[in-house]
């Protein structure tokens, strides 16, 4: 059970739990700000006050991060022995049909994500732009998933609603309009 | 302890989020596709009880456990921002097939192109911290 994928009915309730776990801590449950302090840490005060900020503040954040990390490896490399995604046949067809023939078969595309991709300039634009949006988009949107449609909707937040109405405006319009033109041959 | 204890809430939400393939490219598609309940049902039962519980802390006035009393903001009123962050973000999650959480996460997993992700990532952080004052709010 433990090393079969988990159901959405034990993960949705787990992650309510940490985030409660957070709130008791006097802290929030919030991944995209931490993108903001590895700017102060690299040094962005320098280009704006808006970077100017004490980072020791920050650390709590930093080791949820790090934990993060932990997790990860320990979720791929210990409780994973079969990696693939079990994703709707339907779901297979349509990424087949861009050019994904990993689809059903791991756990990220190996299209974009294995190292060989990496020899095609088209897939280091990509990723960077992907990320940039992401960096970009949460910090002006000040929330992401954790943030915005776990924190900020669990708190019956209006501003998260409409942050999380953006979200799927945006996935919407690159699933369907953009991953055409970007995948399509 | 308390560090400690920010590095387990870490650990378990990595493993959490692995597990239940929230970190998926591929269950990020098929969300957007509306192939499949799962991410659905991880956004929808951590809805549920997230609700119940911030419900809960606020109306039973539940200190901290170092004992401080808890408040949680709400956030700030606007419409711009939120639509048009949020709609560059939803770019930017469909495409990367990853949310800041799950972009550690993979990074723990091994998967080290996401690495250019985070990169990226950082950079648009950046780019929003030098641009903010010229933006709509």
Redo the contacts between chains.
């Keep these: 059970m433990l090393y079969q994928p988990w159901p959405w009915y034990v993960a949705g309730p787990l992650i309510a739990i940490l985030m409660a776990l957070l709130i008791l801590m006097g802290k929030r449950f919030g991944m995209s700000s931490n993108l903001e302090t590895f700017c102060s840490i690299g040094g962005a005060g320098k280009f704006t006050d808006y970077f100017k900020v004490d980072i020791k503040s920050k650390r709590w954040n930093l080791l949820v991060v790090l934990g993060s990390v932990i997790g990860g490896f320990l979720g791929a490399h210990w409780l994973s022995p079969n990696p693939t995604v079990d994703i709707s046949p339907k779901t297979v067809t349509k990424l087949q049909e861009l050019g994904f023939d990993s689809a059903g078969k791991a756990y990220l595309p190996t299209e974009l994500f294995s190292l060989e991709s990496l020899s095609d300039p088209k897939v280091w634009i990509i990723l960077l732009i992907a990320g940039f949006l992401v960096g970009f988009g949460t910090r002006y949107a000040g929330g992401c998933t954790s943030g915005h449609a776990i924190s900020g909707l669990s708190n019956l937040q209006r501003p998260s609603l409409i942050a999380v109405i953006g979200f799927f405006i945006g996935g919407l319009i690159m699933v369907h309009l953009l991953f055409p033109l970007i995948f399509g041959s | 302890m ?2 400690l ?29 509306f ?17 119940v ?2 419900l809960w ?1 606020k109306k039973s006035k ?1 200190k ?3 004992g ?1 009393p ?1 408040s ?1 903001p ?6 711009a ?21 799950p ?12 690495i ?15 641009l ?1 004052n010229k ?1 709509p709010h």
């Design positions: 308390k560090n204890a920010y590095i387990f809430i870490g650990t378990f939400l990595g493993i959490v989020l692995y597990k239940s393939e929230a970190a998926s490219w591929f269950r990020i598609y098929e969300m957007f596709q192939d499949s309940f799962h991410m659905y049902g991880i956004i929808g039962s951590a809805l549920a009880l997230g609700v519980l911030v802390i539940v901290s456990f170092s401080e808890i949680i709400d956030k700030e009123k606007s419409f921002r939120y639509i048009v962050g949020g709609t560059l973000f939803g770019l930017g999650w469909a495409l990367a097939g990853a949310c800041p959480g972009i550690y996460i993979l990074v723990g997993a091994g998967y080290w192109s996401i250019i992700v985070l990169i990226g990532a950082i950079l648009g952080a950046f780019t929003y911290g030098v903010r933006l």
